[in-house]
């Protein structure tokens, strides 16, 4: 099925049923770890927290726990810097159409995710959020990305989606933010094509599988071992990627969620001290922004950031 829009551009459903979709040529990547050259972020202008994202995210009812409160100057001053990181490091940073209706579309890896082949527009739990679609659906379209396909079994969000090597995926499910139903649907798609799935199902306390584990480089990982199950912490070492632990605490204020950016370095934050100082001494360099607004709000720069292109690991 050839679905294209109404300008007669990218196409809607540019997967092939039964597998067999023709890579991208000038966009994708086939891993977390290739040099970044493109990132789709969300706009900081709309940002605002949402006490009814409580429901949706343990990290949130600790912030609202907390007392915490929110600061729009801080935020964009927070987000200026991350962008500021991926220009220093070469990437050309791309943005969501702002919608003032959906301030979380700030958190890009949530609406859409990318693949070789494609984006995938995912369905997200929150009916607050709901609406990010259409904004991620525009910038595609508008920039010529096909879309591989439209997540529909059920919610899921491409936090859950962990591609860990060329062809293999860790796929988180909590039944909440992303649904089994769902998780299985989008492996169905992937195993047509050929591809190594392994399965993540985790409590709906840690919301998505790359709070826990974040690929470094090729052959690196930042993982919780307090949190990550040891069925899968065992794939990971037996494709030999070495892991480099994050504590329980750095995990649940987003400290294990960073940006590989390729060529040993990676986008970390400054909470995230402990790991950052491990990064430091195993060779990574690492860009360390204060991202204190985003965070508590329950998302980390890995949240926020939606690679479109990466070079081959």
Known sequence: MDD?????????????????????????????????????????????????????????????RKGYSFDKQLAMRQHREMVDAYHQAGVTTH?????????YQVYARDSSFMTPYGAVICQLANPRRRGEYAACLRFYLEHGIPIYDLVSAGNFEGGDFNMVGDKAVLLGYTDQRSEQVAAKQVAGW??????????APIDPFYVHIDLMVCMLNQDCAAVCLDTTEADVVDWLRARKIEIIPATFRETMALGCNVV??????????????GLNDKLRAAGFTVYDPEMTMFTRAGGGVHCMAQPLRRAAA
């Open 4 to 64: 294209r829009n109404m300008r007669g551009g990218a196409p809607l459903r540019a997967r092939i049923e039964g597998g067999g979709t023709p890579l991208m040529t000038e966009w994708g990547m086939t891993s977390e770890a290739g040099v970044l050259r493109d990132v789709l972020l969300g706009p900081a202008e709309g940002f605002r927290w949402m006490t009814e994202n409580a429901e949706w995210s343990s990290l949130v009812r600790d912030t609202q």
């Open 190 to 199: 992937l195993m047509a094509e050929g591809w190594e799935i392994k399965w």
């Open 95 to 103: 943005f969501l159409p702002l919608d003032e209706h959906n301030p």
């Open 260 to 273: 590989a950016l390729g060529r040993d370095r990676i986008l970390s934050s400054a909470g995230a001290k």
